[in-house]
């Protein structure tokens, strides 16, 4: 069964940062590309990062470009998101969500979500 | 960067009605577009793939069209349990810009 954890959200300071993990398990983690998506109180879905399944190949939208890096660790089959410079704007629940193969697919699974709120 | 424009951002139906949601790419992007499911408080669940290719375990009654650069994603006969906000998003490349959603409200 696939199963992608979410962790790291909470609490943080405008102008902070905060790393967001998703730990993967029940699938062949390294054959798979992933994403973040978010999605604010009340809004739609916001594709957020994508990365691909040997990490060689990241983009990331332009609302986050240049604050915040997507990454893996194939050997701890998890995924991150470093968040920085982070602002009211980026409050939202963000979800990790694997790709249906190597490259940029549908997502067919995702995590819960964890929350992330961005105030003073 | 494409665009996905999402129409309609609401609606409301009766129990039986077909229900046809359009998603439309700004330019050209394949067959690369996915249909998703958010039910209130819940996670997005995979609908539909390929523009119409229906994920595994996924009811008969839901299906995908492409025309050129346009999506229509139907239900052909709403069912209670369908109460939700679908989201298109497009693949083909980076960014995989999600449209605004529609939601779908039982009359």
């Known amino acids: 069964e696939v199963q992608l954890l979410e962790s790291g959200g909470g609490l943080v300071q405008p102008g902070g940062s905060l790393r967001l993990s998703c730990a993967a398990s029940?699938?062949?983690?390294?054959?798979?590309?992933m994403n973040w998506v978010r999605q604010a109180p009340g809004k739609g879905l916001e594709w957020v990062s994508v990365?691909?399944?040997?990490?060689?190949?990241?983009y990331h939208a332009d609302s986050v470009k240049g604050r915040f890096t997507i990454s893996r660790d194939n050997s701890k089959n998890t995924l991150y998101l470093q968040m920085n410079s982070l602002s009211a704007e980026d409050t939202a629940v963000y979800y990790c969500?694997?790709?249906?193969?190597?490259?940029?697919?549908?997502?067919?699974?995702w995590g819960q979500g964890t929350l992330v709120t961005v105030s003073s | 960067d494409i665009q996905m424009t999402q129409s309609p951002s609401s609606l409301s139906a009766s129990v039986g009605d077909r229900v046809t949601i359009t998603c439309r790419a700004s330019q050209g992007i394949s067959n690369s577009l996915a249909w998703y499911q958010q039910k209130s408080g819940t996670v997005p669940k995979l609908l539909i793939y390929?523009?119409?290719t229906l994920q595994s375990g996924v009811p008969s009654r839901f299906s995908g069209i492409r025309s050129g650069t346009d999506f229509t994603l139907t239900i052909s006969s709403l069912q209670p349990e369908d109460v939700a906000t679908y989201y298109c998003q497009k693949y083909d490349s980076a960014p995989l810009t999600f449209g605004g959603g529609t939601k779908v409200e039982i009359k």
């Open positions: 969500a694997k790709d249906q193969g190597s490259g940029w697919y549908a997502a067919d699974y």
């Open positions: 029940g699938f062949t983690f390294y054959n798979y590309a």
């Open positions: 390929a523009a119409s």
């Open positions: 990365i691909s399944d040997s990490g060689d190949s990241a």
